[in-house]
């Protein structure tokens, strides 16, 4: 989440943000606009108009945008019925000092006033009117905004949920089975075992969005094929052909652990005498490309691999999200071999735009 | 007592071996690590029990189970798994005893006591809820399990109450419908008679004879196959598909 944000709880914008300054400066300039056109004149008077009312208008504006300002950190605290009477009032009472600062600046110079009492009471109605319009048309604009926001930012949490990695059930429960059967005989691959799954969850805890580097990910890649190989023994294969990958640059957590996971569970396990899974790195300049080849077994009938399709979408959407579009993630098979192609920006922490 | 192990991890054969071991020291022991090396095994040495890892390659423990079924004596049955979302349901309303692993001690105990023999109609139940497809057909010849790769196969006949199923190697008695063939493997088999099914895999040309009458000839067959008119259309469609 962007540091920048402001809180997604209260309901008044920041009026203190440059942005929210010119949205507020542009809905005075437009009403000011408005009113002028409405105004029965000569030709003639409408830039001047226009330049009166836009000087009333902003002077309002701008007064209520200080004191909304000044005031946010106190009307923060309250809730949002109290805030928004409380800020309507605020604005009403700005625009009726202004509307007699006006109209005593105005009308009061030549020293008519018995004339002008009538006109006093009708120019500040009108004015105070408008403004209570605008002001409360304003609110509900910001109040608006700030529901659509809101319900942006709950999509994308509740997406990111979804992506968020999790163990497999399936997994867990083979490698406990596999760490009741080492305990008995060999406890100390037992404790490796464990110290192994432990490192795994802890990673698969962490948040989906979360960075690490490449020589993290690949370490707990290994890990996984630890456990693995004590589960299946010769019938799993790996070879690594990874020099050329640099450990820092950054990559989602859970990246390539769950396709290995896939290549075991499609791939390795169906296969009565197991198989290789290669995994092979290259760098092309300021790209990285990850390669994971494992076999399959060739069965024609059977193609519904839908929990496979689901963690490699579940990996390429988070490839994407994180760089934005740079990174990618490719699929090819042909009878008996899988292979899917990460292709990642080479990005360090200190360099994260290399 | 005699009991098989089925299990393609060697580490859970041989956890469950040992508790067996600790449970009845008297308990003879045999493995297999898969259900295909089960059914071999069993044919020279019928156990009394068998018990079958539900996920397997070559073939999984349901359809080893499926295979069992049809012998005269089948040994009774406790599956284990690992985790098995869905087909669990199936298990539990079907009383079928199932081990989860790791399996405990105790648990086992009571499994062994109370082990029974399934029949075929509540294992295709399994079977669905599994959803999948089975790799091999069976018959039971001469009191021995027979059986044939459906991949093999190039086409079922029914025939009167039975189906025969021909692939190069020979032919084949199945007890069963050529209806529920067909419902089981949809992606394999191409209806093209009312009495038979093809493998469309093995398809190799259709033909027109000269009283303007229809017919298949698979790879490997001499003899070909009648195609009804009415099933004209799907089978022209399939080649289309083949070719494609």
């Given at each position: 989440m962007n540091p920048d944000q402001q809180p997604t709880g209260t309901f008044l914008p920041d009026f203190c943000r440059v942005r929210i300054l010119f949205v507020v400066i542009m809905i005075a300039e437009l009403l000011a606009i408005v009113l002028t056109l409405a105004q029965p004149v000569m030709p003639g008077n409408y830039f001047f108009d226009l330049a009166m009312i836009s000087l009333f208008t902003q002077w309002i504006a701008l007064s209520c945008i200080g004191l909304l300002c000044l005031s946010r950190r106190w009307l923060n605290r309250l809730r949002d019925v109290w805030a928004v009477i409380l800020s309507y009032l605020l604005i009403l009472a700005v625009a009726t000092v202004i509307t007699e600062l006006a109209w005593w600046s105005l009308y009061i110079l030549p020293d008519r006033g018995d004339f002008l009492a009538s006109a006093h009471v009708f120019f500040f109605l009108r004015c105070v009117g408008i403004s209570a319009i605008a002001g409360a048309l304003a609110l509900r604009y910001f109040y608006i905004q700030h529901q659509w926001r809101r319900d942006i930012e709950s999509a994308a949490r509740l997406q990111f949920q979804a992506l968020q990695t999790r163990i497999r059930p399936h997994f867990l429960f083979n490698c406990m089975n596999t760490i009741a059967g080492l305990t008995r005989k060999q406890p100390a691959l037992a404790e490796e075992a464990i110290e192994d799954l432990a490192d795994l969850f802890r990673v698969s805890l962490m948040d989906a969005r979360s960075l690490t580097t490449l020589a993290d990910e690949l370490t707990l890649c290994r890990r996984y094929l630890n456990i693995e190989s004590h589960r299946l023994g010769k019938r799993l294969q790996t070879v690594w052909d990874i020099d050329a990958l640099p450990g820092d640059a950054l990559i989602p957590a859970l990246t390539l652990q769950p396709i290995l996971e896939n290549a075991i569970y499609h791939g390795i396990e169906p296969l009565p005498d197991g198989g290789t899974i290669t995994i092979t790195g290259t760098r092309q300049q300021s790209k990285l490309v990850i390669t994971i080849h494992n076999p399959f077994p060739d069965d024609d009938s059977v193609t519904h691999h839908e929990g496979n399709q689901l963690a490699q979408e579940n990996v390429r959407q988070r490839i994407e999200a994180v760089f934005m579009g740079a990174g990618d993630l490719k699929i090819s098979r042909d009878n008996r071999h899988y292979v899917v192609q990460i292709t990642i920006p080479y990005q360090t922490h200190e360099n994260p735009d290399r | 007592m005699k009991i098989l192990i089925v299990d393609d991890e060697a580490l859970a054969r041989e956890r469950l071996g040992g508790l067996l071991t600790e449970l009845d020291p008297a308990i003879a022991l045999t493995q297999a690590e898969n259900g295909l090396q089960a059914l071999e095994s069993i044919k020279k040495e019928p156990p009394d029990i068998v018990l079958l890892d539900i996920r397997m390659p070559v073939m999984g423990g349901l359809e080893a189970a499926h295979h069992l079924a049809g012998l005269a004596a089948p040994p009774a049955i406790i599956f284990t798994t690992a985790y098995q979302e869905h087909a669990l349901d199936a298990f539990e309303a079907n009383a079928v005893d199932y081990l989860l692993k790791p399996i405990r001690k105790q648990r086992l105990q009571t499994a062994l006591q109370r082990a029974s023999v399934y029949n075929r109609s509540r294992l295709s139940v399994l079977r669905g809820a599994a959803a999948a497809e089975r790799t091999h057909l069976s018959a039971i010849v001469h009191g021995n399990i027979q059986l044939v790769p459906v991949?093999?196969?190039?086409c079922l006949k029914a025939e009167q109450k039975y189906v025969i199923a021909v692939w190069p190697g020979g032919e084949l008695l199945i007890d069963e419908s050529l209806k529920s063939l067909e419902n089981e493997f949809p992606a394999r088999f191409l209806r093209i008679h009312r009495n038979a099914l093809v493998a469309r895999q093995h398809i190799e040309v259709l033909g027109k004879d000269r009283d303007g009458g229809y017919y298949l000839r698979m790879h490997d067959m001499r003899t070909t196959l009648t195609v009804s008119r009415r099933h004209l259309g799907s089978v022209r469609k399939a080649i289309k598909q083949l070719a494609g």
């Open positions: - | 991949g093999e196969i190039r």
